[in-house]
């Protein structure tokens, strides 16, 4: 049976960290390309960052770029995304994406950033 289990989220004060991570189970985790994407309340996903298979390329959204670093662990299973200088417009539902032969979800981890 395939896992997404993202973990992390929290409640931050703007310009705090958080470190999601995101435990995967059930596939050949190797074979994926990996990808954060996320919800703001009321509003439709929006993407945040995506990793290759092999963790040689990375992608960011531009309002990410400077302030999130997404990496991953293959021996682990896991993809994780730093995220610094965190803002309130950051605050969403952050789920991780698997994108391969198949594709799959987790359920989210909330982030709130406020004072």
């Known amino acids: 049976e395939v896992h997404l289990v993202e973990s992390g989220g929290g409640l931050v004060q703007p310009g705090g960290s958080l470190r999601l991570s995101c435990a995967a189970s059930?596939?050949?985790?190797?074979?994926?390309?990996m990808t954060w994407v996320r919800q703001a309340p009321g509003k439709g996903l929006e993407w945040v960052s995506t990793?290759?298979?092999?963790?040689?390329?990375?992608y960011y959204a531009e309002s990410m770029k400077g302030r999130f670093t997404i990496s991953r662990d293959n021996a682990k299973n896991t993809v994780y995304l730093q995220m610094n200088s965190l803002k309130p417009e950051d605050t969403a539902v952050y789920y991780c994406?698997?994108?391969?032969?198949?594709?799959?979800w987790g359920q989210g981890t909330q982030v709130t950033v406020s004072s």
């Open positions: 059930g596939f050949t985790f190797n074979d994926y390309t």
């Open positions: 990793i290759s298979w092999d963790g040689e390329s990375t």
């Open positions: 994406n698997a994108r391969g032969p198949k594709g799959y």
